[in-house]
């Protein structure tokens, strides 16, 4: 049963497996619609890159119609794929899922497919250019039919784009499913997700790859880099700018670590001291974002991201609305008009952002009232328990903000769904907005609070540090390793089971069970609660930091375990995820740029506010504030001179791109020029 | 003598001389280079568009060889046009210089340098396209052979192009000047400007369109808009975007003066009453930019330069270096070493800048001092001379201020000049940026002086009516009555000589006078000046207006003599500029956005500093100063988020834009389709 069939081969750069099966596919594609059986008899040749999941009641008419779509030529509408179903159809066990289906294809229609993506490979020049099969052999890593060409998220992220543009032609419904309604042009896959009958799509681990990955990346405990450009090699951009990201952001944090340790030893209790300190944030603050943008641009270069053209978004699958034309592409899809969702937006989320921190606007003064009762409970018998109990209402502080949350999070993303935005990226833009406003209102407010309302720079220090600690030891418990438990059972499960119906002679498991463990492994969604931790960790080191020095080391220590446990995660708990191609971290950019800004007001405010400076303004407070505010100013100023000052590309870079530029240019006039003497040739 | 060559025709759209001479020019280009009088001959059916000027005692053998690669086919890396000399080369009287070449070409070169240009015209359907020659025949107005399709100007502006892109091939240097050193792929006319062999090139005026321009313009006294459309034909997107935003300021500002009416009449003594036209002033100032943004892009996209793709930019002609590699283009050309140009930047003219500014706060102080003199005076004896003796030092003030930024502007153009900018783009960023730097010092540094330090409310609007009328008055002045005054001698001296040799029948002058006539008028420096007027008269209104509601009212005023002015300047006054393409009005954008910022600032501090504001906190002064701020950095923050939520470019032609890329890409899609379709049936 189940003849193993290898997954590693023509896609993965792996020099330890030579693949020689990767032409003559073409056969496979010939193959008759239907569940054929056939076809599994020269599996040996067939790599499996993306399995398609159905729910187990798919009517039979419904598979036998997409496997005809997957497997039809591009020139009939189809997607000239390969795709068999796992386990012949059959399910070991009555619970199991039959309708699994493993998607492959042969290398050309890969290659093709990489030309119409428009992805960027790097040339024998060294400089980054757009792939063409025309010119294939000029890219470097090319040799002979083009084997290892490609990584294999890579190809499956090809998979995934032409199983996506699979287009309705002229079908009413999906065969099976009157009320799953098509229309010409419309995402087969699209309608399969968002009828539910289609439970997942997802790309395969490549587990030989992976070992190594892992091993080089957090099974030795080292204190190199990150190898980003293998991340990126097996996990695509997106994840590896993450990392990369979170690896910058921890290095950039380390001067600001040495600092405040010797800081908290010496001059621990001398608050009037960190006017210095905060000088430091403020000018910490501005820089490293700007020195990102460059670092993030030379990745991006380097893996092709950076001068990709976006190709047109499609709908989420989602998006509803009434059948109309698309006045961009003249096709017939849903619309909705925006009046609709801005009144949705306006009349319904943004009150219910504005309850919402109000809530938690009343749940800080009710830990401020928690915080005076222990105090006071402290002040009149201390004793060992009661210094204890001081910390207490923080701790319940934190736990309650981490809950709130975690609620709001998923009342965000309700409404967010609600609003109905027709494209993905918008559709994330506002629900990261929503989840940002709520997340820094809920850790932050008290903390203003604390420094500016109440002033009290001994009670700021103690929140910070408890806030900060507990939502780190909660982030971790959350984040790693609570799903790696949960993995951990099920997985034990499952190779018990397999265990009793055959004896494992090598520990790797056989194809079909390891697919099946896959399609059960949690699904990671994205890289958004990662950024908002860093976010809001950011955001503790630049607002505050200066009245508790060691908040950096925390951070310092909290992302050095965060790279092992996110890595972690990303190899052992989650499926794997297909690759973005993001060329920098989009959105996330502007929020911890609006933080740096915000960093700047209560960096100086906490200058103003330090005995140290008002000691220079003896007699008038109002000169202290003017000349606060004035500084202030000019230093924001001075921040963003700096940013339009500061190139967001290396020159380097910038005159790659100039002459890839400058050489298309050039060849399109050479062109033009050559057709015009060509035409006043025929026409003396 | 010099017959009359007809002026308009094929590139006009001029329905009163039909022109049936635009075909068969091509015989003109075969002609022998040098001197050919033969030409002339012919030269009924010859259409002069640009105007070139060697000095007077130019080599035989450089004009020779720089007439034959003017006229040297394409393909032998000549510019292909037609060119002749004025009047055959004989000057008319002896003090009149022989080396003016007239430029044309044939039509069909027209539209294939309008190809290469990327020029946008209007499509059939309504949408703005790139040009091409291939589908030529589905452009909107595009009828025949294309006769009347492109405005004279955009023909003058291919033929500029076609001109500077003219390049050495073999040549070290210029026939005759040994001096002069060209290496292959030196732009030949650069090289005659920076060596001062060529005294200019313009384009010249097509008298009968300019007639009916000027009337429609501003020779009739109306209440309607400006006839945008027809500037832009006539002078190019860049002139026609400059009145555009000086109309779209204008009726920006008539709310404000309407308002300013009212208070000025009632309230007028009432300074605690501002605190309405500040918020006022507030909302007006961040709006109007935005909206302009958007109108901007309508006009752009309406004329075709909102989505053209700038070509490489050419080194600017006075740019030196040592030869070498442009690590672009791979072209042999001078380079300068950035590091240098930076010390340059940062050790003088940064210096430089500084010091004036300091210069300038001193002329400040010593014009407070004689003000101080004059009310001393005014108060011991008050008589109705001292009353007026009391304005005289801020009269005073005012012209010193604008003769101060006219010796600055010098200075800045020196250095920028110094500083040896490789690119005209980065040449006027520079000098943009010194020259409002210390323009706006120089204007308002008096004004924030009285309103920030000195707190007097009743100086500060006096000041600044004074400053506002001095300056109004000197500039009309300097701007167009000037320059109108000169010019009207120079036109009665020429006409009253050319009388005496021959009786004009017609007002008309012939040809050879015509010309001569033009190439003595003033260069038209730019929009830099205008919109630099614009940027200080916004700076009066935005930032202290609400102290003198009468501000937007003498803008207002201000603005539509200006108008006048200005429109009459470009027809009567200057040479006929080159068009240029612009899409926005660029870096004035920014300019003007920073200074509505900073009008936030201004306008909350003086909110914060009246009367009627200062009598809710009447106990504390911090409190007040402390909420002022709040609120300033509140509306800050909203700024900069409405900027970000409103779109820069109007829906209507977002969608216009995304649907052009779209059809792109899926003709791309459709031609690769097509393309391995025939692959895969020569190769079954």
């Known amino acids: 049963m189940s003849p193993k069939v290898r997954r590693q081969g023509f896609c993965g750069v792996n020099p330890l497996r030579p693949s020689k099966h990767c032409s003559g596919e073409r056969a496979l594609v010939e193959y008759p619609g239907g569940l054929v059986k056939a076809a599994m008899q020269s599996s040996e040749r067939f790599t499996p890159l993306v399995v398609l999941e159905l729910v187990s009641d798919t009517k039979e008419e419904a598979i036998s119609w997409l496997l005809h779509r997957i497997r039809d030529k591009q020139h009939n509408g189809g997607a000239e794929l390969m795709v068999e179903q796992l386990g012949h159809g059959e399910a070991a066990e009555e619970k199991q899922n039959p309708n699994l289906f493993l998607i492959g294809t042969s290398l050309q229609r890969l290659l093709s497919g990489a030309e119409d993506l428009g992805l960027f490979k790097e040339f024998n020049d060294g400089s980054m250019r757009g792939f063409t099969n025309a010119n294939k052999q000029n890219f470097k890593n090319f040799h002979g039919d083009g084997d290892g060409f490609l990584s294999m998220a890579e190809c499956q992220y090809i998979i995934k784009h032409e199983l996506e543009t699979l287009r309705a032609k002229d079908e009413t419904h999906i065969p099976g499913y009157t009320q799953a309604k098509l229309y010409p042009g419309k995402s087969i896959i699209r309608r399969l997700l968002s009828k539910g009958i289609m439970v997942q799509m997802f790309p395969l681990h490549e587990t030989e790859e992976l070992k190594r990955l892992s091993f080089s990346w957090f099974k030795k405990i080292k204190l190199s880099v990150q190898p980003l450009d293998e991340i990126r090699h097996y996990f695509g951009e997106g994840q590896a700018l993450y990392f990369g990201f979170l690896e910058y ?349 915000i960093a700047v007001v209560t960096n100086c405010s906490l200058i103003g506010m330090s005995p140290q400076v008002k000691a220079y303004f003896p007699e008038s407070e109002m000169q202290l504030i003017l000349w606060t505010v004035a500084i202030e100013h000019g230093i924001l100023a001075l921040k963003f001179i700096l940013t339009f000052l500061i190139p967001d590309v290396p020159k380097p870079i910038q005159i790659q791109l100039a002459k890839l530029e400058f050489e298309s240019l050039e060849a399109l006039k050479k062109k033009k020029m050559l057709e015009t003497t060509e035409l006043s040739k025929v026409q003396p």
Chains 1, 2 share one sequence.
């Not at 001291?273 to 670092?295: H, P, S």
């Not at 306006?346 to 009762?373: A, D, K």
């Not at 009661?386 to 965000?412: C, D, H, K, Q």
């Not at 540090?465 to 499952?494: C, D, G, H, V």
Request: proline share 4%; charged share 15%.
């Open 249 to 597: 952001f921890t290095f950039a944090l380390i001067p600001m670590a040495l600092i405040g340790v010797p800081y908290y030893l010496f001059d621990w209790e001398n608050y009037d001291k960190y006017v210095i300190f905060a000088v430091f944030n403020l000018i910490w603050c501005t820089i490293i974002l700007e020195l990102w943008k460059r670092f993030s641009a030379t990745l991006a270069y380097r893996w092709g991201t950076l001068s990709r053209k976006k190709a047109f978004e499609e709908p989420r699958p989602g998006f509803h609305g009434v059948l109309g034309f698309n006045p961009v592409t003249g096709r017939e899809e849903p619309l909705y008009p925006n009046v609709k969702r801005q009144l949705r937006v306006f009349c319904v989320s943004v009150p219910f952002v504005l309850l919402c921190l109000y809530l938690s606007l009343y749940v800080m003064m009710i830990y401020f009232q928690m915080e005076g009762w222990a105090l006071s409970f402290h002040d009149e018998e201390p004793t060992f328990w009661t210094g204890i109990l001081v910390f207490i209402p923080s701790i319940i502080y934190a736990v309650v903000i981490e809950i709130l949350n975690l609620i709001y999070r998923y009342a965000a993303e309700f409404l967010t769904e609600w609003e109905n935005h027709r494209l993905e990226s918008s559709y994330q833009n506002h629900l990261v907005l929503k989840v940002l406003v709520f997340n820094f209102f809920n850790c932050f407010a008290s903390l203003f609070y604390i420094a500016f309302v109440m002033q009290d720079m001994v009670l700021l220090r103690q929140s910070l540090a408890t806030l900060l600690i507990t939502s780190q030891i909660l982030n971790q418990f959350m984040e790693a390793f609570l799903p790696y438990w949960l993995q951990r059972r099920r997985n034990k499960k499952l190779i018990r089971k397999v265990k009793r119906q055959q004896t494992l002679t090598d520990k790797e498991l056989p194809l079909e069970q390891q697919v099946r463990l896959e399609a059960d492994m949690s699904t990671y969604l994205g890289t958004f609660d990662d950024y908002l931790e860093l976010f809001l960790l950011y955001g503790y080191v630049s607002l505050f930091s200066c009245v508790y020095p060691l908040a950096a080391v925390l951070v310092v220590l909290n992302n050095f375990t965060e790279v092992y446990s996110d890595a972690f995660k990303m190899c052992c708990v989650f499926k794997r995820p297909f690759s973005d191609p993001a060329a920098n971290i989009g959105v996330w950019q502007l929020a911890f740029e609006a933080m740096s800004v």
